[in-house]
């Protein structure tokens, strides 16, 4: 991920920190902040802190979980048959007119649709 004018001030205030510590020495700071400052992406910030303890920039930090991507991640993992329930019905009618056509006029071919919705009902 692209990194923002931020973030990279969030990551020099954190080797500040260090240096008021006295975890980093002038120089290295001098280093670090220019790697800091001509960083593109989170991952480039990385190696400049794998050595430090916290504070860390929040770039580096694990994101916590967003309300209700718990509940999308379950509901995208459904089975693919969802996907053939849902459109199954459609699918029957469309194959029903299709049908109707081809037996000139057959009024049962109707029912098609009424079947098929009653088959994946009982499916669920």
């Known amino acids: 991920m692209r990194l923002s004018d931020a973030e990279r001030q969030d990551a020099l205030d954190a080797l500040e920190e260090h240096v008021r510590t006295g975890r980093l020495d002038l120089d290295e700071f001098g280093t670090r902040s220019a790697k800091v400052s ?72 109707f029912l098609l649709p009424l079947a098929v919705a009653l088959i994946m009902s009982r499916r669920r």
């Not at 992406?41 to 967003?66: G, N, Q, V």
């Not at 459904?78 to 056509?101: E, N, Q």
């Open 38 to 109: 001509a960083a593109r992406m989170a991952s480039d910030l990385e190696p400049l802190f794998t050595d430090l303890p916290s504070p860390r920039p929040s770039a580096l930090l694990p994101l916590p979980p967003m309300p209700g991507v718990a509940q999308a991640a379950a509901k995208s993992e459904a089975p693919p048959s969802k996907w053939l329930t849902a459109s199954a019905v459609p699918i029957a009618a469309a194959v029903a007119i299709v049908l109707f056509f081809f037996t000139r006029g057959t009024f049962l071919v």
